[in-house]
């Protein structure tokens, strides 16, 4: 695909709107900044600054935006183990904070600088999503494409007016735990994708929270990174690519998918893209993904490629 192509389906992504908000987004969740500049003005949009690097909101921002630090939506259990999903009333705390209506439109954005930097705008939809925030989107190309489009930064910190947001579902369908797993391994009841980088899949490097190396058994992969395009330094995610990077791995989209990774951060980014971009509405997260699963007595690894 040429660069034009590729902004073209960028561009496009603001045109497919859902209903019955305040302010519409887009049905695949996807936002470009000439979308957010034009509605930046809207009483019902939130932009989060969902940087990692804690230091690069102070250092300069989208005009407006607030910011979560990963620590606000993450939960840490048996003292050492990162990744879980937080508790509601964290949850219920943050977005109160931020200012966050049943009304509000969020949209989030990361750095887009890397072809992976967009799963932590993933993260922020799904856990969102999991406590019934269902108009939320992901600015494509993130904090990079909108200096190369706004060019308006901010350094000054934004302090939101406290709403009375309280939570109305949890959807745990987009949530899969050990038994989940444990089925999918045994009775192949969901396809399990691992979206981590080819080493850790393959068990010659491991993360310092993951206790074992290697794959679960039956496992396929895809790479969070395979449904970004770079176009002139900027990491998009790729709408037209995100089917086929999943059918590239022999996934059968309309199969019941388990996504997982070290600490379910990748494995979000890969949902976001598998559900939104590539049609795989039938897609979970597992809760804690390796750091739990090598944590758990009996369960076998595989090492090799997949």
């Not at 908000?21 to 034009?38: R, S």
């Not at 009841?189 to 679960?216: E, M």
């Not at 993904?289 to 944590?295: C, E, G, I, K």
Request: one cysteine or more.
């Amino acid at each position: 695909m040429n660069k034009n192509k590729i902004l073209k389906t960028v561009l496009a992504s603001s045109i497919f709107a859902m209903s019955s908000f305040a302010l519409d987004l887009p049905a695949n969740k996807l936002v470009d900044a000439t979308w957010l500049k034009n509605n930046m003005a809207d009483k019902n949009l939130v932009i989060v600054d969902i940087r990692e690097d804690g230091k690069a909101y102070k250092a300069g921002h989208i005009p407006g935006a607030i910011k979560w630090a990963v620590k606000d939506f993450r939960e840490t259990r048996y003292k050492d183990v990162p990744g879980y999903l937080p508790a509601p009333l964290t949850f219920k705390r943050l977005m109160k904070k931020s200012g966050i209506t049943k009304d509000s439109a969020v949209v989030f954005y990361s750095d887009g600088k890397a072809n992976d930097s967009y799963t932590i705008a993933g993260l922020g939809v799904f856990v969102a999503e999991y406590y019934g925030v269902k108009n939320t989107a992901i600015l494509n190309g993130g904090m990079a494409s909108w200096k190369a489009v706004a060019k308006d930064i901010s350094t000054d910190k934004v302090k939101a007016t406290k709403s009375n947001w309280d939570i109305s579902e949890i959807n745990v369908d987009n949530v899969a735990y050990i038994g989940n797993v444990d089925s999918a391994v045994e009775l192949k009841t969901a396809q399990l994708i691992d979206s981590r980088g080819d080493a850790q899949v393959n068990g010659t490097k491991k993360h310092p929270k993951v206790l074992k190396k290697g794959h679960v058994p039956g496992a396929k992969h895809v790479f969070v990174g395979n449904f970004t395009k770079i176009v002139d330094g900027v990491a998009f995610l790729n709408p037209d690519g995100a089917k086929a990077a999943m059918e590239k791995a022999n996934v059968k989209i309309g199969d019941p998918i388990i996504w997982y990774c070290n600490t379910s951060w990748y494995a979000s980014g890969a949902w976001f893209a598998g559900k939104y971009l590539a049609g795989a509405k039938n897609s979970k997260v597992y809760d804690g993904s390796m750091v739990d699963y090598t944590r758990l007595p009996k369960r076998k690894l595989v090492k090799g490629d997949i």
